[in-house]
């Protein structure tokens, strides 16, 4: 191999003819620094426990919420779940009160009527055995299981229907990013994946079939959604459900409505080149 820099000599420099382009410590010095310099990230840190009265038992207690600005949100599914960098917020949605048992999602936890407190007092409280502590930060296992606990309240105190499907949909999500996240080098993987898909479609069908009726029963935003954005959320969902029919309908509703935004439309856009596909 020649020598880049033959002729040094000449300057005098010809200790110098033998140095490499690209120092090997220079190299490890500046990988080491940039691994320094990334920036890294903890769950741990990016939650704090929240302090809440129980609507339901009048107590106080606490639970783990994610700091505000903490997380970057990547990107949607077509069914409107956020997907997040590093971390999923959405398993610390529910509250539960660890004295009673009463459990819902964060927007819908503080608003409980007598008649329900009672429901939940006579049907839920006798019978719960207390909320087992969980690690630093919730697994999705402990986030779904409240979820379902949030559900199975939302029945019992006969909440809005808008109110279950919302919660079967999160829940629904939450089984999703269980999903993703499992390790492929697991033993029964496959069959894993499997159940996981199959309990999952059992959630996003009974969110389908709970907003399709609160549609028509029920005033706007809904969950904190407009009439648009529930529309396309329902298109998709029958989508998901196998039923392109009805999902060919309800996104119909969302491209020729005036109401809808250019950014719902867009994604209503996306959803029936999906349906087209289902076909």
Request: net charge positive; proline share 3%; charged share 35%.
């Amino acid at each position: 191999m020649s020598n880049l820099f033959s002729g040094l000599e000449a300057f005098g420099l010809g200790n110098l003819s033998k140095i490499d382009v690209y120092d090997e410590k220079e190299k490890e010095d500046a990988a080491k620094k940039a691994a320094e310099e990334k920036p890294t990230f903890s769950e741990e840190d990016s939650i704090f426990d929240k302090s809440y009265t129980c609507p339901v038992c009048d107590k106080e207690f606490k639970s783990k919420a994610v700091k505000s600005g903490k997380v970057k949100l990547l990107t949607l599914d077509s069914d409107l779940r956020p997907k997040y960098q590093f971390m999923d917020p959405l398993k610390y949605d529910a509250i539960v009160c660890p004295h009673c048992g009463f459990a819902a999602l964060n927007r819908f936890f503080k608003y409980v009527t007598n008649v329900q407190a009672a429901l939940i007092k006579k049907n839920i409280s006798v019978a719960f055995r207390g909320l087992k502590e969980s690690g630093d930060v919730l697994s999705y296992d402990e986030a779904i299981a409240r979820h379902k606990l949030a559900l199975v309240n939302s029945i019992v105190k006969k909440a809005k229907t808008s109110e279950r499907a919302y919660t079967c949909l999160k829940t629904a999500w939450l089984i999703r990013g269980k999903n993703e996240t499992l390790s492929k080098d697991l033993p029964d993987y496959k069959n894993l994946v499997n159940s996981l898909e199959k309990e999952e479609m059992e959630f996003i069908t009974n969110a389908y079939d709970g907003f399709e009726e609160a549609f028509s029963k029920e005033s706007f935003p809904m969950c904190g959604m407009d009439e648009s954005t529930i529309t396309l959320l329902v298109a998709e969902l029958a989508r998901r459900c196998g039923k392109t029919d009805a999902a060919g309908r309800w996104i119909s509703k969302v491209l020729t409505s005036r109401d809808s935004h250019e950014r719902i439309k867009a994604k209503a856009r996306e959803i029936k080149e999906l349906i087209k596909d289902n076909k």
